[in-house]
């Protein structure tokens, strides 16, 4: 009855198929691989501190997240210390204060 209105119909479904089809392909697992990340939290050591506590949130958040991670001697601690004298001493363990100091 309306040759042309058939026609446009045809090419409108062929182009919805063919935008799904895409959006399908993008979904899929070909995109480059994964690896996990190593579980680095299996070798920080407990840290006994025993110096003066810290006097703000900000150094109480240094201490928390970074320094606890660092003070040991096998990681800067062991350089970076009141005793060695490798400036900065931001990994000083004899108080968390002077080591926040030292990091700024």
């Not at 063919?18 to 697992?29: I, N, R, T």
């Not at 150094?59 to 060695?84: L, M, P, Y």
Request: contains cysteine.
């Amino acid at each position: 009855m309306y040759p042309q209105f058939d026609n446009s119909l045809h090419r409108m479904r062929n182009a919805l198929v063919f935008v799904g089809m895409v959006m399908l392909a993008a979904c899929s697992s070909s995109g480059p691989s994964t690896k996990q990340n190593a579980d680095t939290n299996a070798t920080v050591q407990t840290v006994n501190y025993s110096g003066p506590a810290p006097t703000s949130a900000d150094i109480q958040a240094f201490k928390n997240e970074f320094w606890n991670n660092i003070v040991v001697s096998d990681r800067c601690g062991g350089c970076h210390n009141q005793t060695k004298g490798q400036a900065p001493e931001f990994a000083r363990s004899d108080d968390v204060n002077q080591a926040y100091a030292a990091a700024l």
